[in-house]
Every structure is written in structure tokens, then in C-alpha cells.
């Protein structure tokens, strides 16, 4: 059964880097043809959808978060990354790394497997 | 790029019909069959309920269903249920091969 986990330091200081990992147990990133996403969600708000990787390390970043955004992935270790630089307040949100299902037009944005999300505050 | 147009809130007893549009633009829904549609009860990770317009992914009951016309898509409820309570979320494809939400509706079973 596939499963994603989220990890990384909940709390994290104005202007820093904010980093986190998904570790995916049940399916292979490097043999799997899908883009995995990050997706996050401020306290009481939205959806927002931050970007997405392909195995072979291609990404696709959302314009309002592009000069900050990076989204990496290892595939020794079945697992892909996010990193977002100069965080602010307006950061907090819990994040929520996704895996999608093949569609008839392409495998991102279906998002079927999900973590459970972890909370990350910004806050000095 | 701007987060889809949906409304606020909505609301239906049990045994009604609830449809819930999802507005874009010529750069997403209009032009796209890629939207989604996520159910999301407080506290827990969204659900995908629709993809591709119209959609269901093996699980999810035939009382939700999708369409599309021009730049709208919705997602309709039928036979509503009390567990049908949630925050509904839908989601295109951009011309920008990047994903945006809506801003969420919030479904109340009355």
C-alpha cells in the first residue's frame, strides 16, 4: 500500500529556509511515471499548490513561489524534497506532499495518495 | 496566475442535489479537461472525488459527478448525506503546465 510521509522542523525563523521531506513507501519513484507534488494549506484557508517533480528531477513550480522554490528528489532513497527560502509569517501552512493518479491526459495533478501533512510556523 | 472562483458555501438537506462551480479562465478550465475535485472533512488530507471533468476513481460513489461548460466546471452531489459534509476543493491544469485550486467551498448538510 503506498504510503507518503512528510518530515522536517515544524518550527522555522523569519527569512530562513523552510525544509522538508517525503519519504514514499509502496511504489518506486524511479520506476513510476508520475510528478509528485508538494501542496500546502494555511491555518483555516485553501489549497495551494506549490509544485511538482518527475523522477528524472524535471519540476514545475507555481509563478508566486518560483524565486523561492526548489523541489528535489533521491531516488536512492525514495524520497523528494522541498525547500522554500525567506519565509514569512504568511509561510505557515500545513504541507502536504502528493502522489496522482494516471489519467488519460498525463500522471500529475490527480492527486490520489496523500500525506498526512505536517504543520510548519514560521515564527522567530 | 489566479486561484479558481468557487462559492463560499453551499448548503442541502438530506436526499437533495448540490452542485458546486468552479470558474476559470481560457488559461485553465476553458481550455483544459484536467480539473479535479477534492473533499476535505476539518482536519484531514483532501480526497479526490473527480478527475478529468468527469471521472471517479474506484471508491468514490456514483452520487458525485463532474461536468464542464466553457470556463465553469462543477461537481454535483446527489442523494446528499450527512458525511457529504466537507470542504470541497477543485483544481485545472494552466497553460503554464502548473495546477491552481479554488478557493474551497464549504458544503453544510442541513
Known amino acids: 500500500q503506498l504510503q507518503l510521509q512528510e518530515s522536517g522542523p515544524g518550527l522555522v525563523k523569519p527569512s530562513e529556509t523552510l525544509s522538508l521531506t517525503c519519504t514514499v513507501s509502496g511504489d518506486s519513484i524511479s520506476t513510476s511515471s508520475y510528478y509528485w507534488g508538494w501542496i500546502r494549506q494555511p491555518p483555516g484557508k485553501g489549497l495551494e499548490w506549490i509544485g511538482n517533480?518527475?523522477?528524472?528531477?524535471?519540476?514545475y513550480y507555481t509563478p508566486s513561489l518560483k524565486s523561492r522554490v526548489t523541489i528535489s528528489v533521491d531516488t536512492s532513497k525514495n524520497q523528494f524534497s522541498l525547500k522554500l527560502s525567506s519565509v514569512t509569517a504568511a509561510d505557515t501552512a500545513v504541507y502536504f506532499c502528493?502522489?496522482?493518479?494516471?489519467?488519460?491526459?498525463?500522471?500529475?495533478?490527480?492527486?490520489?495518495?496523500w500525506g498526512q501533512g505536517t504543520l510548519v510556523t514560521v515564527s522567530s | 496566475q489566479s486561484a479558481l472562483t468557487q462559492p463560499p458555501s453551499v448548503s442541502g438537506s438530506p436526499g437533495q442535489s448540490v452542485t458546486i462551480s468552479c470558474t476559470g479562465t481560457?488559461?485553465?478550465?476553458?481550455?483544459?479537461?484536467?480539473v479535479s475535485w477534492y473533499q476535505q472533512p476539518p482536519g484531514t488530507a483532501p480526497k479526490l472525488m473527480i478527475y478529468?471533468?468527469?471521472n471517479r476513481p474506484s471508491g468514490v460513489p456514483d452520487r458525485f459527478s463532474g461536468s464542464k461548460s466553457g470556463s465553469t466546471a462543477s461537481l454535483t452531489i446527489s442523494g446528499l448525506q450527512a458525511e457529504d459534509e466537507a470542504d470541497y476543493y477543485c483544481?485545472?491544469?494552466?497553460?503554464?503546465?502548473?495546477?491552481?485550486f479554488g478557493g474551497g467551498t464549504k458544503l453544510t448538510v442541513l
Open positions: 502528493a502522489r496522482p493518479v494516471r489519467g488519460n491526459y498525463g500522471s500529475s495533478g490527480y492527486y490520489y495518495y
Open positions: 478529468e471533468v468527469t
Open positions: 483544481s485545472s491544469y494552466t497553460s503554464s503546465s502548473t495546477w491552481v
Open positions: 517533480i518527475y523522477y528524472s528531477g524535471s519540476t
Open positions: 481560457s488559461s485553465d478550465v476553458g481550455t483544459y479537461n484536467r
